[in-house]
């Protein structure tokens, strides 16, 4: 049916000619006209909607990027804090978490090998540190293990430069000191406070928001870096159920030097610049001076 009735517009399109074309004329003359009586949906129509599904797509790889980052990041500190062996339940429940999001395993042992200090290809990781003033005048210190130094730094310094943020000695305004976020189990934070006291090198105790939704407030103390480890085992020898998330040696501000943000356009780009600092694998740890 359809092509009888093209074959009458054919004819009907011939004789609706303009007179005296030649033969070559006619015929791009007739094809042009047909092609304004086409049924076919728009090409734009087409256009746009891979446009979208390209656009979505995009968005949720970016999304899958952060989340990896963030697991992967997870499966490091984990490593630096028991180990790599089975036996490091922290390391484990991160590991559990990677492959239900769906991470690649190749991707998972380039993270346990990071914790370690070594790239996914077996080369030492160099240890890299970016101090900076950012938005809202919030000191910064950007600590980074990488295999690529320059490469590593040109990254950074690209997102500093992106959200506002200037290159600029920080790290007076901060005390290197011990670190250990832990669970307090069945415990109490004063039953907490108390033990941590008695434990020489302890120096400061805090509670902090837990590190994942639902889970327990979780506690923050600060140490003599020297003595970061005794105390991490005294806490764990004292009390019953506290589990060690984290023990590092880190940078924390000094008292006086802490400062608000309140301008919300400040804050915005604060967040921003972190979240972009993040996630880059390189980066390991973002210290601030924020109440």
Same mark, same amino acid.
């Given at each position: 049916?359809?092509?009888?009735? !093209?074959?009458?517009?054919?004819?009907?399109? !011939?004789?609706?000619?303009?007179?005296?074309?030649?033969?070559?004329?006619?015929?791009?003359?007739?094809?042009?006209?047909? =092609?304004?009586?086409?049924?076919?949906?728009?090409?734009?129509?087409?256009?746009?909607?891979?446009?979208?599904?390209?656009? +979505?797509?995009?968005?949720?790889?970016?999304? &899958?990027? *952060?989340?990896?980052? !963030?697991?992967?990041?997870?499966?490091?500190?984990?490593?630096?804090?028991?180990?790599?062996?089975?036996?490091?339940?922290?390391?484990?429940?991160?590991?559990?978490?990677?492959?239900?999001?769906?991470?690649?395993?190749?991707?998972? @042992? =380039?993270?346990?090998?990071?914790?370690?200090?070594?790239?996914?290809?077996?080369?030492?990781?160099?240890?890299?540190? %970016?101090?900076?003033?950012?938005? $809202?005048?919030?000191?910064?210190? %950007? /600590?980074?293990?990488?295999?690529?130094?320059?490469?590593?730094?040109?990254?950074?310094?690209?997102?500093?430069?992106?959200?506002? =943020?200037?290159?600029?000695?920080?790290?007076?305004?901060?005390?290197?000191?011990? %670190?250990?976020?832990?669970?307090?189990? +069945?415990?109490?934070?004063?039953?907490?406070?108390?033990?941590?006291? @008695? %434990? +020489?090198?302890?120096?400061?105790?805090? /509670?902090?928001?837990? @590190?994942?939704?639902?889970?327990? *407030? $979780?506690? #923050?103390?600060?140490?003599?870096?020297?003595?970061?480890?005794?105390? =991490?085992?005294?806490?764990?020898?004292?009390?019953?159920?506290? #589990?060690?998330?984290?023990?590092?040696?880190?940078? *924390?501000?000094?008292?006086?030097?802490?400062?608000?943000?309140?301008?919300? &356009?400040?804050?915005?780009?604060?967040?921003?610049?972190?979240?972009?600092? /993040?996630?880059?694998?390189?980066?390991? #740890?973002?210290?601030?001076?924020?109440?």
């Amino acid at each position: 049916m359809q092509s009888i009735s !093209r074959l009458m517009l054919w004819h009907r399109l !011939r004789s609706l000619s303009p007179i005296g074309l030649t033969t070559p004329q006619l015929l791009v003359h007739t094809r042009t006209c047909m =092609a304004f009586f086409s049924s076919s949906s728009l090409l734009q129509s087409g256009h746009n909607r891979w446009s979208k599904i390209r656009h +979505d797509k995009g968005r949720n790889d970016a999304n &899958k990027g *952060v989340e990896f980052s !963030r697991l992967s990041q997870d499966i490091c500190t984990a490593v630096k804090g028991g180990g790599p062996g089975p036996d490091n339940l922290r390391l484990s429940a991160a590991l559990v978490a990677a492959k239900k999001a769906g991470m690649s395993k190749e991707k998972m @042992e =380039a993270a346990v090998k990071r914790g370690q200090g070594v790239s996914a290809s077996g080369a030492a990781l160099e240890s890299v540190q %970016i101090e900076c003033m950012g938005p $809202g005048s919030v000191a910064m210190i %950007i /600590e980074c293990q990488t295999d690529n130094k320059l490469g590593c730094l040109a990254r950074v310094k690209l997102i500093l430069r992106k959200y506002g =943020a200037t290159v600029t000695p920080t790290s007076y305004l901060f005390t290197r000191r011990g %670190i250990i976020r832990l669970s307090t189990g +069945d415990n109490s934070y004063d039953t907490l406070l108390e033990s941590s006291i @008695e %434990i +020489d090198g302890t120096e400061d105790i805090n /509670e902090i928001e837990p @590190e994942e939704k639902g889970s327990k *407030v $979780g506690v #923050e103390v600060t140490t003599d870096p020297a003595k970061t480890v005794a105390v =991490a085992d005294g806490l764990k020898s004292r009390l019953s159920g506290v #589990e060690i998330l984290r023990s590092s040696i880190g940078w *924390v501000p000094n008292g006086e030097t802490l400062v608000s943000v309140d301008d919300e &356009k400040a804050s915005e780009g604060l967040i921003k610049l972190i979240n972009a600092l /993040e996630e880059m694998s390189d980066v390991s #740890e973002v210290y601030t001076n924020i109440k």
